[in-house]
């Protein structure tokens, strides 16, 4: 296995993408949705500050005390664009920090954090082959309402790269692929220490829960991650036995099965996903953009 380079915030260069993993449950569940070791993202902003939607909004918050954060995060890895590597590389930074300023201030989506968890975790964990994973993501991007008032971690980063004004447009745009299925196994997740963490990050987004949404949450059951497993563990064709369900077929109709076979190697090469709702865009879509090149780990420890 490789060694991650270690970067303190001070090698960090602005544009700079910021892969965590959290410490919570709802982190976990997050890098699971998406097949991913990450469950938050956030930029570069300066030389200083980094920029994040987090529950209580879009913020700025100091580079060097998130380095101090290992309570929250087990780890952040640095993601530099492809773009800074380029002859224009220099002015990315400014038009970068250009889109991202008017989202200050925005507010987390909470109530509907749910729904695009359901949505996302559908469009990742249903068995088939990539083509067919691919049109169910579009399908779905079409199904949630693409609402830049409100953002996510992850929803920020792409809108930034993607809003920038560039001659092209979208030229910072980081292209979004859809893997096959990674069978990550469900974690075991402590329900009661989740519906405390949702609890407080609906204080910290200044919305108070009612009493009988904070008893509904607390008196989860807690078996209720292993009936998800259960489920999600039952036994689904893999994208091998859907392919050669797909040979039978060919072969009982007199389907010609070479061009059938060209037909897939284009749709392989065409496997990137031009442009995603950015409302639908997880840690792990950036964690895999070819526009984004993992650079190292950042240095960690307490105050």
């Known amino acids: 296995m490789d060694t991650l380079h270690v970067l303190n915030p001070q090698d960090l260069v602005p544009g700079d993408v910021l892969l965590h993993m959290g ?3 709802l982190s976990r569940l997050i890098a699971w949705v998406g097949d991913s070791s990450y469950s938050h993202a956030a930029v ?6 980094l920029i ?3 529950a209580s909004g879009v913020r700025h918050a100091p580079l060097a005390q998130r380095a101090t954060m ?3 995060f087990h780890y952040i890895d640095v993601f530099r664009p492809s773009r800074l590597q380029q002859p224009d590389g220099a002015t990315m930074p400014g038009l970068l920090r250009d889109a991202l300023v008017p989202y200050l201030g925005r507010p987390y989506p909470m109530t509907s954090l749910f729904v695009l968890g359901v949505v996302c975790a559908v469009r990742n964990k249903i068995p088939g082959s990539r083509d067919l994973r691919r049109v169910i993501r579009m399908a779905l991007d079409l199904v949630v309402e693409n609402d830049p008032g409100k953002v996510v971690c992850s929803e920020l980063v792409y809108r930034g790269f993607d809003e920038a ?3 092209p447009r979208h030229a910072l745009r980081l292209p979004i692929v859809t893997r096959s299925r990674q069978h990550t196994p469900v974690p075991d997740i402590d329900v009661l220490a989740l519906a405390h963490e949702c609890l407080d990050d609906l204080r910290r987004a200044d919305r108070k829960p009612s009493i009988a949404s904070e008893i509904a949450l607390l008196a989860a059951p807690m078996h209720g991650m292993h009936d998800v497993a259960a489920a999600a563990m039952a036994d689904v064709p893999d994208d091998a036995d859907l392919e050669r369900c797909l ?3 060919r072969a009982q109709l007199g389907i010609d099965t070479p061009a059938h076979a060209r037909f897939q190697a284009n749709a ?3 496997s990137f996903y031009p442009a995603p709702n950015p409302k639908t865009v997880l840690p792990a879509d950036l964690e895999f953009s070819s526009g984004l090149m993992k650079v190292g780990r950042m240095a960690m420890a307490s105050a």
């Open 268 to 270: 392989a090469a065409a």
């Open 165 to 167: 004004a560039t001659a």
């Open 44 to 49: 570069v902003f300066d030389d200083t500050r």
């Open 247 to 249: 040979q039978q077929a």
């Open 70 to 72: 290992v309570a929250d």
């Open 23 to 25: 410490r919570g449950e």
């Open 52 to 54: 994040e939607a987090a």
